[in-house]
């Protein structure tokens, strides 16, 4: 659900920017002080990135020729909270913008607001009513996050609706229920894999998880130090990039499916099949465009190669943004 240049207008994308510096701001002084006493909190946040990065890579097929993508911000406020979130999302945003073309430059603030934010700030407090509301235990913890990962990706895709109609891109009563209409088939796939990644969270290493969640007894496991649990997030990160990525799904992704059946894809200044010549683009600087390594012929060997490479360079630019934000040498 990445929004391109050129699907928002410039005032929509500059109140996005400033809605969303203020709330990464906030996120990072909370943080601050929520993670000062715990050590490997920098590379815990930077591995989270690293795997949602490289989730990302892998879309799965909905029907009628479209495809959907983890989004994330769910699993990422289960594990470190609505700031924390809002912080791993951003750092995923930012490298995919810049390094890999994905997501618009001019419109980095409304996609940080609509999937870092909505997804993971606003979705939390839901969350952790829905989990007040169920009984203790394990499978209560998981409808609650299932549930909460679905409404994630339907409040992401609202907002967005919302955003195109407002820069008159689409309108409303024709993107919104369309928007709407696809994700929250998406947000389906987006609850399995939430479940999926926090069950296994919950039966290796159920310290991690917080104390909100009610599982088993939870209260009484000692804490742990997370590097084990670092090093083998970062290692199941790079073999689901490298291995996951070649099999992705070749059909559009939810947004790009609306904007095709409704005829504004030539509003993209971005790669795409009505694309404006390359000379509009806000940026033409990515280092891997589309995840791929352009010097390898293959195609599944390029993807792999890319997310791979582009895995270890999330973790790396996570780690250090993520250092110099909030301060921590470790």
């Known amino acids: 659900m990445h929004i391109p240049d050129g699907f928002v207008s410039w005032i929509i994308n500059a109140i996005a920017m400033i809605l969303s510096v203020g709330v990464l ?25 690293a795997f949602v990065f490289a989730a990302q890579l892998v879309s799965f097929p909905i029907g009628e020729g479209t495809s959907g993508h983890f989004l994330g911000a769910v699993t990422a406020a289960a594990l470190l909270g609505p700031w924390g979130a809002c912080i791993v999302i951003s750092v995923v945003l930012v490298a995919q913008g810049l390094i890999f ?32 509301l169920l009984p ?22 609202s907002a967005c609706a919302l955003e195109l109609a407002a820069s008159g891109t689409s309108p409303l009563m024709v993107v919104f229920p369309a928007m709407v209409g ?17 069950s296994s ?8 998880i917080p104390l909100w969640s009610k599982v088993s007894d939870n209260g009484k496991i000692a804490y742990r130090s997370p590097l084990k649990l670092i090093y083998v997030g970062l290692v199941l990160a790079l073999a689901l990039a490298m291995f996951g990525s070649p099999f992705e799904s070749k059909y559009p992704d939810g947004l790009e499916k ?5 005829g ?20 033409d600087g990515a280092l891997l465009p589309d995840y791929k390594v352009d010097a390898i012929k293959s195609e599944k060997i390029s993807a792999s ?8 360079i999330v973790f790396g630019f996570g780690f250090s943004a993520i250092r110099i934000m909030v301060g921590k040498k470790v």
């Open 305 to 312: 190669l890319g997310g791979l490479i582009g895995t270890i």
């Open 101 to 132: 073309g994905d997501g618009g430059i001019s419109a980095l603030g409304s996609n940080i607001l609509n999937m870092g934010i909505i997804g993971g700030v606003v979705t939390y407090p839901i969350m952790r009513w829905l989990r007040g």
């Open 182 to 198: 696809i994700h929250a088939i998406i947000g389906i796939g987006e609850a399995i894999i939430t479940v999926a990644v926090l």
């Open 201 to 208: 969270i919950v039966s290796a290493r159920p310290d991690i």
């Open 136 to 157: 203790d235990g394990r499978r209560g913890y998981l409808i609650s996050v299932a549930v909460a990962g679905w409404l994630s990706v339907v409040l992401t895709s």
């Open 25 to 49: 701001g906030f996120s990072v002084w909370h943080v601050k002080r929520e993670f000062q006493d715990r050590l490997f909190a920098v590379p815990l946040l930077a591995t989270v990135a």
């Open 264 to 283: 504004f894809i030539q509003a993209a200044t971005d790669d795409g099949p009505e694309a404006v010549p390359d000379e509009d683009l806000v940026w």
């Open 258 to 262: 609306v904007a095709v059946d409704n």
